[in-house]
Protein backbone atom coordinates (compact mmCIF):
# COMPACT_ATOMS: atom_id res chain seq x y z
CA UNK A 1 0.00 0.00 0.00
CA UNK A 2 1.42 3.31 -1.08
CA UNK A 3 0.62 6.20 0.88
CA UNK A 4 0.28 9.50 -1.45
CA UNK A 5 0.26 12.64 0.64
CA UNK A 6 -1.68 15.19 -1.26
CA UNK A 7 -0.99 19.01 -2.31
CA UNK A 8 -4.17 20.45 -3.74
CA UNK A 9 -2.29 23.88 -5.33
CA UNK A 10 -5.24 26.93 -5.35
CA UNK A 11 -4.11 30.44 -6.26
CA UNK A 12 -0.20 29.15 -6.05
CA UNK A 13 -0.95 27.65 -2.25
CA UNK A 14 -1.40 24.37 -0.67
CA UNK A 15 -5.20 23.69 0.52
CA UNK A 16 -7.50 21.76 0.92
CA UNK A 17 -11.29 22.04 0.50
CA UNK A 18 -14.42 20.08 2.35
CA UNK A 19 -16.39 18.31 0.06
CA UNK A 20 -14.54 19.50 -3.46
CA UNK A 21 -16.23 23.55 -2.61
CA UNK A 22 -13.64 25.64 -3.84
CA UNK A 23 -15.11 28.60 -1.74
CA UNK A 24 -14.70 26.01 1.57
CA UNK A 25 -10.60 26.11 0.91
CA UNK A 26 -8.46 26.14 4.07
CA UNK A 27 -4.46 27.39 3.72
CA UNK A 28 -1.71 24.91 5.01
CA UNK A 29 1.28 25.79 3.71
CA UNK A 30 1.93 29.65 0.94
CA UNK A 31 5.43 27.44 -0.30
CA UNK A 32 3.96 24.25 -2.70
CA UNK A 33 7.91 23.44 -2.45
CA UNK A 34 8.66 23.55 0.82
CA UNK A 35 5.25 21.35 1.65
CA UNK A 36 6.56 18.98 -1.09
CA UNK A 37 10.22 18.62 1.08
CA UNK A 38 8.37 17.92 3.86
CA UNK A 39 6.46 15.40 2.46
CA UNK A 40 9.60 13.94 0.78
CA UNK A 41 11.69 13.98 3.91
CA UNK A 42 8.67 12.49 6.07
CA UNK A 43 9.70 9.35 4.11
CA UNK A 44 6.88 9.11 1.48
CA UNK A 45 7.44 7.53 -1.88
CA UNK A 46 5.23 9.70 -4.01
CA UNK A 47 3.82 12.76 -4.22
CA UNK A 48 -0.49 13.56 -5.24
CA UNK A 49 -0.80 16.95 -6.66
CA UNK A 50 -3.46 18.82 -7.60
CA UNK A 51 -4.03 21.92 -9.73
CA UNK A 52 -7.76 23.00 -8.35
CA UNK A 53 -7.89 25.98 -10.67
CA UNK A 54 -6.92 24.10 -12.99
CA UNK A 55 -9.80 21.27 -13.01
CA UNK A 56 -12.20 24.28 -13.28
CA UNK A 57 -10.74 26.39 -15.76
CA UNK A 58 -9.39 23.25 -17.92
CA UNK A 59 -6.18 24.57 -18.32
CA UNK A 60 -2.90 24.59 -16.39
CA UNK A 61 -3.74 27.72 -13.98
CA UNK A 62 -0.59 26.91 -11.27
CA UNK A 63 2.14 25.32 -13.35
CA UNK A 64 4.79 27.44 -12.02
CA UNK A 65 3.89 25.78 -8.35
CA UNK A 66 4.28 22.37 -10.08
CA UNK A 67 7.43 22.72 -11.71
CA UNK A 68 9.00 24.43 -8.55
CA UNK A 69 7.96 20.84 -6.76
CA UNK A 70 9.22 18.48 -9.50
CA UNK A 71 12.33 20.32 -9.19
CA UNK A 72 12.61 20.55 -5.53
CA UNK A 73 12.28 16.66 -4.50
CA UNK A 74 13.22 13.33 -6.25
CA UNK A 75 10.64 11.16 -5.17
CA UNK A 76 8.13 10.80 -8.31
CA UNK A 77 4.63 13.23 -9.10
CA UNK A 78 1.68 12.03 -9.92
CA UNK A 79 -0.60 15.58 -11.46
CA UNK A 80 -4.21 15.83 -12.02
CA UNK A 81 -6.50 18.99 -12.51
CA UNK A 82 -7.04 20.61 -15.84
CA UNK A 83 -5.14 17.93 -17.99
CA UNK A 84 -7.24 17.87 -20.95
CA UNK A 85 -5.40 17.44 -24.02
CA UNK A 86 -2.47 15.06 -25.69
CA UNK A 87 0.02 18.44 -25.47
CA UNK A 88 -0.37 19.05 -22.14
CA UNK A 89 -0.53 15.44 -21.09
CA UNK A 90 3.07 15.30 -23.77
CA UNK A 91 4.47 18.48 -21.42
CA UNK A 92 3.72 17.05 -18.38
CA UNK A 93 5.45 13.84 -18.59
CA UNK A 94 8.36 15.02 -20.18
CA UNK A 95 8.60 18.17 -17.41
CA UNK A 96 8.80 15.70 -15.22
CA UNK A 97 5.77 14.07 -13.98
CA UNK A 98 5.83 10.63 -13.24
CA UNK A 99 2.05 10.32 -14.08
CA UNK A 100 -1.17 12.40 -14.90
CA UNK A 101 -4.28 11.62 -13.77
CA UNK A 102 -7.37 12.71 -16.22
CA UNK A 103 -10.48 12.97 -14.90
CA UNK A 104 -13.00 15.22 -16.81
CA UNK A 105 -11.94 14.09 -20.18
CA UNK A 106 -12.25 10.68 -19.27
CA UNK A 107 -16.08 10.98 -19.56
CA UNK A 108 -15.95 13.56 -22.29
CA UNK A 109 -13.47 12.07 -24.16
CA UNK A 110 -12.28 8.56 -23.74
CA UNK A 111 -10.63 8.59 -26.82
CA UNK A 112 -8.37 10.84 -26.30
CA UNK A 113 -7.65 8.56 -22.97
CA UNK A 114 -7.22 5.30 -24.93
CA UNK A 115 -4.43 7.55 -26.94
CA UNK A 116 -2.91 8.46 -24.31
CA UNK A 117 -2.66 5.37 -22.71
CA UNK A 118 -1.07 3.95 -26.54
CA UNK A 119 1.77 7.02 -26.19
CA UNK A 120 2.09 6.27 -22.52
CA UNK A 121 2.03 3.49 -21.01
CA UNK A 122 2.10 3.19 -17.27
CA UNK A 123 1.57 6.64 -17.18
CA UNK A 124 -2.49 7.80 -17.26
CA UNK A 125 -4.29 7.03 -14.15
CA UNK A 126 -8.18 8.03 -14.21
CA UNK A 127 -9.51 10.05 -11.84
CA UNK A 128 -13.19 9.19 -10.94
CA UNK A 129 -14.68 11.93 -8.74
CA UNK A 130 -18.21 10.46 -7.45
CA UNK A 131 -20.96 11.92 -5.58
CA UNK A 132 -23.39 9.39 -4.26
CA UNK A 133 -21.77 7.10 -6.95
CA UNK A 134 -22.33 9.30 -9.96
CA UNK A 135 -19.13 11.36 -11.46
CA UNK A 136 -18.63 14.72 -11.47
CA UNK A 137 -16.60 16.56 -13.55
CA UNK A 138 -15.10 20.12 -14.65
CA UNK A 139 -13.60 20.17 -10.65
CA UNK A 140 -16.43 18.56 -8.85
CA UNK A 141 -18.80 21.27 -9.92
CA UNK A 142 -20.83 19.90 -12.73
CA UNK A 143 -22.64 15.93 -12.21
CA UNK A 144 -22.53 13.51 -14.91
CA UNK A 145 -25.75 11.02 -15.42
CA UNK A 146 -22.68 8.52 -15.41
CA UNK A 147 -21.87 5.36 -12.64
CA UNK A 148 -18.36 5.16 -11.24
CA UNK A 149 -17.95 1.62 -11.72
CA UNK A 150 -19.32 2.15 -15.57
CA UNK A 151 -17.29 4.59 -16.19
CA UNK A 152 -14.10 2.69 -14.63
CA UNK A 153 -14.83 -0.73 -16.90
CA UNK A 154 -14.64 1.14 -20.00
CA UNK A 155 -10.89 1.10 -19.49
CA UNK A 156 -9.98 -2.00 -19.15
CA UNK A 157 -7.29 -3.48 -20.61
CA UNK A 158 -5.84 -0.29 -22.24
CA UNK A 159 -2.56 0.33 -20.07
CA UNK A 160 -4.01 2.73 -17.66
CA UNK A 161 -2.18 2.34 -14.63
CA UNK A 162 -4.73 2.79 -12.11
CA UNK A 163 -7.98 4.50 -11.17
CA UNK A 164 -8.27 7.28 -8.15
CA UNK A 165 -11.71 6.95 -6.54
CA UNK A 166 -12.36 9.54 -4.73
CA UNK A 167 -16.24 10.07 -2.78
CA UNK A 168 -16.39 13.83 -2.67
CA UNK A 169 -18.91 14.06 0.01
CA UNK A 170 -16.13 12.29 2.39
CA UNK A 171 -13.23 14.76 0.87
CA UNK A 172 -11.92 16.75 3.31
CA UNK A 173 -14.08 15.52 6.02
CA UNK A 174 -11.94 13.38 8.16
CA UNK A 175 -15.18 10.98 9.02
CA UNK A 176 -13.09 8.03 7.18
CA UNK A 177 -13.00 6.86 3.50
CA UNK A 178 -16.02 5.49 1.59
CA UNK A 179 -14.31 1.58 2.05
CA UNK A 180 -17.66 -0.32 1.05
CA UNK A 181 -17.84 1.97 -2.02
CA UNK A 182 -14.12 1.74 -2.73
CA UNK A 183 -13.73 -1.87 -2.54
CA UNK A 184 -17.09 -2.70 -4.44
CA UNK A 185 -15.00 -0.79 -7.73
CA UNK A 186 -12.15 -2.44 -7.09
CA UNK A 187 -13.73 -5.97 -7.15
CA UNK A 188 -15.23 -4.86 -10.49
CA UNK A 189 -12.25 -4.27 -12.24
CA UNK A 190 -8.51 -5.39 -13.17
CA UNK A 191 -6.89 -2.00 -13.01
CA UNK A 192 -5.67 -1.18 -9.19
CA UNK A 193 -7.51 1.70 -7.31
CA UNK A 194 -6.14 4.39 -5.25
CA UNK A 195 -8.88 5.53 -2.47
CA UNK A 196 -9.16 9.33 -2.10
CA UNK A 197 -11.53 11.08 0.35
CA UNK A 198 -11.88 10.97 4.09
CA UNK A 199 -8.97 9.53 5.77
CA UNK A 200 -9.09 10.78 9.20
CA UNK A 201 -7.72 8.46 11.34
CA UNK A 202 -5.23 5.68 11.58
CA UNK A 203 -7.95 3.15 11.71
CA UNK A 204 -8.81 4.39 8.11
CA UNK A 205 -5.70 3.53 7.12
CA UNK A 206 -5.60 -0.02 8.79
CA UNK A 207 -8.78 -0.59 7.38
CA UNK A 208 -8.01 0.34 4.03
CA UNK A 209 -4.66 -1.38 4.14
CA UNK A 210 -5.92 -4.49 4.95
CA UNK A 211 -8.38 -5.00 1.75
CA UNK A 212 -4.98 -4.22 -0.25
CA UNK A 213 -6.02 -7.85 -1.82
CA UNK A 214 -9.05 -6.72 -3.31
CA UNK A 215 -7.04 -4.08 -5.67
CA UNK A 216 -6.59 -1.41 -3.51
CA UNK A 217 -2.97 -0.32 -4.04
CA UNK A 218 -2.90 2.65 -2.36
CA UNK A 219 -4.38 5.98 -0.38
CA UNK A 220 -4.34 9.73 -0.64
CA UNK A 221 -4.18 11.65 2.50
CA UNK A 222 -4.34 15.29 2.85
CA UNK A 223 -6.15 17.02 5.35
CA UNK A 224 -5.63 14.24 8.45
CA UNK A 225 -1.66 14.44 7.86
CA UNK A 226 -1.71 19.54 7.47
CA UNK A 227 -4.37 19.25 10.34
CA UNK A 228 -1.41 16.19 12.57
CA UNK A 229 -3.80 13.51 13.24
CA UNK A 230 -1.51 11.36 12.93
CA UNK A 231 2.52 11.51 11.88
CA UNK A 232 3.98 10.60 8.36
CA UNK A 233 5.93 7.85 10.70
CA UNK A 234 2.54 6.67 12.15
CA UNK A 235 0.46 6.30 9.08
CA UNK A 236 3.73 4.36 7.55
CA UNK A 237 3.93 2.38 10.45
CA UNK A 238 0.56 0.77 9.54
CA UNK A 239 0.94 0.10 6.50
CA UNK A 240 3.81 -1.41 7.19
CA UNK A 241 2.62 -3.24 10.41
CA UNK A 242 -0.50 -4.72 8.16
CA UNK A 243 2.37 -5.99 5.84
CA UNK A 244 4.02 -7.42 8.52
CA UNK A 245 1.27 -8.95 10.64
CA UNK A 246 0.12 -10.47 6.79
CA UNK A 247 3.81 -12.21 6.55
CA UNK A 248 3.90 -13.65 9.60
CA UNK A 249 0.25 -15.22 9.38
CA UNK A 250 1.42 -16.58 6.14
CA UNK A 251 4.46 -18.02 7.15
CA UNK A 252 2.59 -19.61 10.07
CA UNK A 253 -0.03 -21.46 7.88
Not at 146 to 155: G, M, N, P, Q, T
Amino acid sequence: MIIYPAIDLKDGKCVRLYKGDMKLDTVYNDSPPDQAQQWARAGFSWLHIVDLDGAVKGTAMNAESVRAIIDTVDIPVQLGGGIRSMDQIQKWLEGGVSRVILGTVAVEDPALVIEACRYFPGQIAIGIDAREGMVAVQGWVEDSNIKASDLAKRFEDLGVSCLIYTDIERDGTGIGPNIDATIELARSISIPVIASGGVGSLDDLARLTEAEHEGISGVIIGKALYEKKFTPAEALQVVRGVHDNANKDAVGQ
